[in-house]
């Protein structure tokens, strides 16, 4: 089955400054790439996704890159602010029909220096 | 548009009970996940139903059960609980059917401490 690793496990960053969140992933199956944001006490916020047939997608302040013959993707975040504070999940899963299925990065937690 | 809606948000129950946990996906979704998530373990699948049909499972014992309803609702059950099950229970939804963009979206969780 697919096997997803996420590094670094800790990230403290000063405010302004961005933030790279790397994984990789086993499965060459897997096309679809989400990152989710979790908040202390909740559940995790969908922040960005990507699907294999784009290298790369910006939303904003964040960005996610693609890298299918590596098998490796990654988050980037400028110009962070206070709020981006939280534990990042990556996620990989194979997007044919019938397969909902994520398999998740361990996490990042990620904590802005003011 | 409400989000996926999961009840209750805590509870606390005795080793050996069981326990059923509850799910509203967003209107209109018809896939239905459960997630585990603990400290040692991370974010684990439990399974996934659609149309009232498990069509995914991952690696849990049988104890671990659950349904889908015919407005897309879901339940899952775990019996005979044990110390090890306490965790964060989490349910997702997305449209499901193809290659359409299956953008998968989660409840708040519910909480489950064994004592």
């Known amino acids: 089955g697919e096997n997803v690793e996420q590094h670094p496990s800790t990230l403290s960053v000063q405010e302004g400054d961005s933030a790279v969140i790397k994984c990789t992933y086993s499965?060459?199956?897997?096309?679809?790439f989400p990152w989710y944001k979790q908040e202390l006490g909740k559940g995790p916020q969908l922040i960005i996704d990507?699907?294999?047939?784009?290298g790369e997608k910006k939303d904003q302040r964040i960005a996610v890159t693609l890298n299918k013959t590596a098998k490796h993707f990654s988050l980037h975040i400028t110009e962070t602010q206070p709020e981006d504070s939280a534990v990042y999940f990556c996620?990989?899963?194979?997007?044919?029909?019938?397969?909902?299925?994520?398999?998740f990065g361990t996490g990042t937690r990620l904590t802005i220096i003011p | 548009k409400a989000g996926v809606t999961q009840t209750p948000r805590y509870l606390i129950k005795t080793r050996g009970q069981q326990v059923t946990l509850s799910c509203s996906p967003i209107?209109?979704?018809?896939?239905v996940s459960w997630y585990q998530q603990t400290p040692g373990q991370g974010l684990q699948f439990l399974f996934e139903?659609?149309?009232?049909?498990?069509?995914n499972k991952g690696n849990f014992p049988g104890r671990f059960s659950g349904r889908q309803f015919s407005n897309s609702r879901s339940e899952m059950n775990v019996s005979t609980l044990e110390l090890g099950d306490s965790a964060l229970y989490l349910c997702?939804?997305?449209?499901?059917?193809?290659?359409?963009?299956?953008?998968?979206?989660f409840g708040e969780g519910s909480w489950l401490t064994v004592v």
């Open positions: 997702a939804s997305s449209l499901a059917g193809g290659y359409s963009g299956n953008t998968i979206y």
């Open positions: 499965d060459s199956a897997s096309n679809y």
């Open positions: 990507i699907r294999s047939n784009v």
């Open positions: 996620a990989a899963s194979p997007e044919r029909f019938g397969n909902e299925k994520l398999t």
């Open positions: 209107s209109g979704h018809r896939s």
């Open positions: 139903y659609f149309s009232e049909t498990q069509r």
